[in-house]
């Protein structure tokens, strides 16, 4: 499986990763930060399926633009998948005809834009993948997402502090290769992190544990401030799996 880990604006050469979106197989995107900013051209990919992970606006920002971008190649309805609580979020925060249209509202809305509830542990096929959605720990209803390919698997471990389920889910999934895993704030901001729902390279050492040895790790969701540091004490856990996502980098699993 390829995977690309979307800049969080076109063409840039930043390493920061201010928006969160990654693209799978060209099929499937996993959350929309600034999926509309790379997506947004006529003759562009035509992707047709975005996973949301949850609400929050850095990962949802730029949901609206690539909808708008996508309704000019009527080729099918863009489907929207999340749990019922985040789609509830998105209806009456953004699509509310205030922040943005109300695409249930417009003549040919059902045409181009499709939201689709997904329960926890629910599998979603699309082509040859297969995505399955497991909720992680986070102060707003979150999931984080299994993607399969029949011989290969990832894991998106979404905006979370420590957790369990989506390990046991992993460590049960044939092919496991890379786990993509946020890794938000430093070690001295702990008390922040447990209350924002997020990690800290402290808190990875107990997480390692839970992911198979010969699973990559990615790390990302490096709040840009914290950056350097949040690099450097990752550098001090020696694990040979751990690496920094790289914006814009396409990933071969």
């Known amino acids: 499986m390829k995977v690309r880990v979307l800049a969080s604006a076109p063409r840039s050469s930043s390493d920061h990763q201010y928006l ?14 600034c999926l509309g900013l790379h997506y947004a051209s006529a003759d562009g990919p035509q992707l047709r399926h975005v996973f949301i992970t949850h609400a929050h606006i850095d990962h ?12 000019h190649h009527r080729n099918g309805p863009v489907r929207v998948y ?20 109300d695409y ?10 499709a939201l ?44 979370s502090g420590p957790t369990d389920r989506i390990w046991e889910v992993a460590r049960a999934t ?3 290769s890379a786990v993509f895993l946020e890794c938000s704030l430093p070690s001295h901001l702990s008390d922040l992190a447990a ?42 856990l020696a694990d040979d799996r751990i690496q920094i996502a790289e914006p814009g980098l396409e990933y071969a699993f």
Not at 22 to 33: N, Q, Y
Not at 60 to 71: G, I, M, N, W
Not at 94 to 101: D, E, G, I, S, Y
């Open 82 to 101: 999340g749990s019922a609580d985040t789609l509830r979020i998105l209806r009456e925060h953004l699509f509310n005809n205030r922040m943005w249209l």
């Open 174 to 176: 044939h092919g496991l």
């Open 195 to 236: 209350k924002t729902g997020h990690l800290t390279p402290k808190l990875w050492t107990r997480e390692l544990e839970k992911i198979p040895d010969d699973c990559t790790i990615v790390a990302v969701h490096i709040k840009p401030y914290h950056r350097s540091q949040v690099i450097a004490e990752l550098a001090t």
């Open 116 to 159: 689709v509830p997904v329960d926890a542990e629910q599998t979603v096929r699309v082509g040859e993948l297969r995505i399955t959605a497991v909720p992680v720990v986070h102060p707003i209803p979150t999931f984080g997402y299994v993607v399969e390919n029949g011989s290969r698997a990832l894991v998106f471990g979404a905006d």
């Open 20 to 33: 969160t979106t990654f693209v799978v197989d060209d099929a499937v995107a996993i959350d929309a930060g």
């Open 104 to 113: 249930d509202r417009l003549p040919d809305g059902g045409s181009h834009v």
């Open 60 to 71: 949802v920002c730029t949901l609206p633009l690539f909808l708008e971008s996508a309704s």
